[in-house]
């Protein structure tokens, strides 16, 4: 069978889920960070498959993805910055145990 | 009709999907990156199967080479080599489980229901020279200005980071230093 729309469609969205599964049952801040960036590329796979098989003549689809890369980029090293720091003054990266937020 | 592109299509959709499952569920919290390196450049080999060569390039540069590299070395600083992921309880796995299964089923039904209007004429790659003369174009279709939105992004989220990462000198551990006071 041709691969087509439908096929990458079932692709993004599987990895889509399989990124909330992760987020869901995962308790370490970087597999967190991890999940989050399986669903960020689900996304961008669908982003290119609908400007690929919907609008080729346009470009809009693309830009979205290269300017959802660079958030990416930037939110990850944002993210990893905190870990650290967090890691420093608690020694675990564990969610359960940064709670000192609630207060 | 199994030609050559289809069996590369379906071994890229494969291999993107086992090594993102393993990635969140591999108790190992190194092979998990490795797990998440490899999925990522499935993508990456996705997009050079649909002929966006600048996305997998992108893709290949600052998702296989940047971020998963940083989450390598942020493992190497805050994980003790050898350890295991403390393992989650069964109930949590269960309903994670159906939320996804749920959730999956959904989106899927809705995909298959939705008659989208394919068009008739998939055009191969997309040039270098036509995506920089949109990007920077100032006019109706351009992108000129989220572009310049993004640089002043990554700019905060440098400057973030090292007033995140900067250690205060004379700071007791009871005080640690304020995170929220590096956003503005």
Not at chain 1, 8 to 34: K, P
Not at chain 2, 102 to 111: H, W
């Amino acid at each position: 069978m041709q691969p087509g729309l439908y096929h990458i469609l079932f692709i993004s969205a599987a990895l889509f889920f399989i990124g909330v599964y992760g987020f869901f049952t995962r308790r370490n801040l970087i597999t967190m960070l991890m999940s989050i960036e399986l669903i960020l590329n689900s996304v961008n796979l669908n982003f290119i498959a609908f400007n690929k098989y919907l609008w080729p003549e346009k470009m809009d689809g693309l830009f979205f993805t290269v300017f959802i890369i660079a958030i990416a980029a930037a939110e990850a090293a944002v993210a990893i910055a905190i870990i650290i720091n967090l890691y420093r003054s608690h020694h675990s990266i564990d969610v359960e145990q940064a709670e000192e937020l609630k207060n | 009709m199994l030609t050559g592109s289809v069996i590369i299509f379906y071994l890229l959709a494969a291999l993107t999907l086992a090594c993102g499952l393993l990635s969140v569920t591999t108790r190992h919290i190194f092979r998990a990156a490795i797990y998440l390196l490899f999925s990522l450049i499935g993508i990456a080999g996705i997009y050079f199967w649909l002929q966006y060569e600048f996305i997998a390039a992108v893709q290949i540069v600052v998702y296989a080479g940047g971020i998963a590299v940083l989450i390598i070395f942020s493992i190497f600083l805050t994980q003790q080599a050898g350890d295991k992921l403390a393992a989650q309880t069964n109930q949590r796995k269960i309903f994670a489980l159906l939320a996804v299964f749920c959730g999956f089923a959904l989106t899927m039904l809705q995909v298959y229901q939705h008659e989208f209007y394919l068009s008739a004429f998939p055009t191969g790659s997309v040039s270098i020279h036509a995506i920089g003369e949109q990007m920077l174009n100032v006019d109706q279709s351009g992108y000129a200005l989220p572009f310049e939105v993004i640089s002043m992004l990554l700019l905060a989220a440098m400057i973030g980071c090292i007033v995140i990462a900067l250690r205060i000198k004379n700071q007791t551990e009871e005080n640690p230093p304020a995170i929220g006071n590096s956003e503005s």
